[in-house]
């Protein structure tokens, strides 16, 4: 069937969210991107497949927002190369690197060629996500004229100087480095260097089945469990055409709401403290810690990890743990309120938040900024919103944007984001239905595929499955939103100072281990 005006054939997919799915070739591949673009859409994700075991090469893949939903396609490579679509998707530069280093697939006629992922932890020729690279390595692995060195741009002109932060840093986050361009204490140009933090993920799920892939997919980035394991389990969903029994999908709602509440406390307090407010940290970790206390009661784990599974969810809720929850979002919701009107008071703490990091709304359109970030810079989407899954189609979720793009932006959006989270857990617990909490997963047929899309905190979540033999993956792609968000923090410090930067860094909160699969 054709799709809006697209000349090219698609197929739904069955499943949760609306999707389109096909093959295309090398002309098309750019034209459909182009005209994604022109329609006003984004790219979602970008990744690339080894399929010679098939006898069919490699394959490329994107994932497209279009007026209908989302759009799959497929380009087959004859050889190893692609058409580049940085220049109309900038986001797609680092993916298309990611790409290369882990599949040797690159894009013809990109500028920016330079590694992303690999970090000397495998030789240049090697390419870990091929079907026969070999993943028992010595350890620790060395290779003599393999020098970690990353050609940095460099800023000339008089009075500039470099500083370089991390890759480890003075406390217990992720490891990433950043290279500042510096007159004074006026930032120039920053430069990210990620990819510490990766783990072989999408390689190790290529040696799982259905089952086991479940938890691990639930571990990708350990602050968006619930956001990756619905993901997860809807694309497994999809793939085996399984729709999971209301009760389970209202809960999985709840676990969602509940998660994107507990780390939007966090940031506030995050960013109080860092513009010199100890008590906003103090306060919001107090909260934020009873919410995970909470969680470990009622689902068995703080972080909610292993309670959305395929078909359905792994625990209930009894009266009493709504009863609880109901006092916990009641209590919740006056005292962030409270905090609320503290921090909108606070001239100090307004004065660090307003201008600073501030990324206008065309920037934010050309860059694909996405989830809180991108709603404080006017970009209004939200798949709660627009493709609404059940039980979202029946919420009428109140998106939050503001036009500014600066820190205050993006705090006031966190804000608005809770008390709405509050209201829809309400609304959850008052029409929580009747029912099983998990329907039977038939074996997946081989050669299936499965894609996911989930609103999480931070903002979409993706991931693209394809089966195997046996009921095993054979190829799993999971997408963070961190992948479009880190290049706008970069030009989002631009004109601060650095010991800004911290602020601004803690406005996104982007994730490191979602990003460095």
């Known amino acids: 069937m054709k799709l809006e005006d697209f000349q090219i054939e698609l197929k739904p997919l069955p499943g949760a969210m609306p999707v389109w799915r096909g093959r295309i070739d090398a002309q098309q591949w750019r034209a459909a991107c182009q005209q994604v673009r022109g329609k006003g859409g984004r790219l979602v994700a970008l990744w690339g497949a080894d399929n010679n075991d098939r006898g069919q090469g490699y394959a490329v893949h994107a994932a497209l927002t279009v007026q209908s939903g989302l759009l799959a396609i497929t380009l087959p490579i004859h050889g190893e190369g692609f058409p580049d679509i940085s220049d109309i998707f900038p986001a797609a530069n680092r993916m298309q690197r990611a790409a290369f280093d882990l599949l040797g697939i690159s894009a013809v006629g990109a500028k920016d060629r330079r590694k992303w992922l690999r970090h000397a932890t495998w030789r240049a020729d090697e ?127 709840l676990l969602l709401e509940r998660e994107r509440v507990g780390q939007h406390l ?137 036009l500014n793009g600066d820190g205050a932006a993006r705090a006031t959006v966190r804000f608005e984001e809770i008390a709405e989270s509050l209201r829809l857990i309400g609304v959850i617990l008052f029409g929580l239905p009747a029912g099983d909490i998990a329907a039977r997963v ?18 979409e979540v993706l991931i693209a499955l394809e089966t195997g033999p046996n009921n095993r993956i054979r190829r799993l792609h999971p997408h963070d939103p961190s992948w479009q968000n880190w290049p706008v923090l970069e030009r989002a410090v631009l004109g601060n100072i650095v010991p800004d930067f911290p602020l601004i860094n803690k406005s996104f909160n982007l994730s490191y281990s979602g990003h460095d699969l």
């Open 127 to 253: 390419f870990p996500l091929r079907k026969d690279f070999a993943t028992q390595h010595p350890s620790p692995i060395t290779y003599p004229g393999e020098a970690d060195a990353y050609p940095f741009v460099r800023v000339e002109g008089e009075g500039v100087h470099e500083i370089p932060v991390g890759p480890v840093h003075a406390g217990t986050i992720e490891p990433g480095h950043f290279r500042f361009s510096v007159i004074g204490e006026g930032v120039l140009r920053l430069e990210e260097r990620l990819g510490y933090k990766h783990k072989g993920i999408e390689k190790r799920f290529e040696q799982m089945d259905l089952k086991q892939g479940a938890r691990l997919a639930g571990r990708i980035s350990g602050d968006s469990t619930a956001a990756y394991a619905w993901a997860y389990a809807m694309a497994v969903e999809s793939a085996c055409s399984v729709t999971p029994p209301q009760r389970a999908l209202w809960l999985r709602a």
């Open 266 to 402: 966090w940031d506030l307090g995050f960013m109080g403290s860092d513009a010199g407010l100890a008590f906003g940290l103090a306060q919001f970790s107090c909260l934020r810690e009873d919410m995970l206390r909470t969680n470990a009661a009622l689902f068995g784990h703080r972080y909610l990890m292993d309670v959305i599974v395929p078909g359905g969810v792994a625990r209930d809720l009894d009266t009493e743990g709504i009863a609880g929850i109901r006092g916990e979002i009641d209590t919740l919701g006056k005292t962030v309120a409270l905090l609320k009107g503290i921090y909108d008071e606070h001239s100090g703490l307004q004065d660090r938040f307003i201008g600073c990091g501030r990324v206008k709304p065309e920037l934010a359109d050309r860059l694909g900024l996405t989830g809180p970030a991108g709603r404080a810079s006017g970009m209004s989407w939200d798949l709660r919103v627009q493709f609404p899954p059940a039980p979202y189609d029946g919420f009428e979720v109140r998106m939050a944007t503001h």
């Open 442 to 459: 038939p074996d997946t047929p081989e050669n299936a595929f499965g894609i996911a899309w989930v609103e999480g905190w931070r903002g």
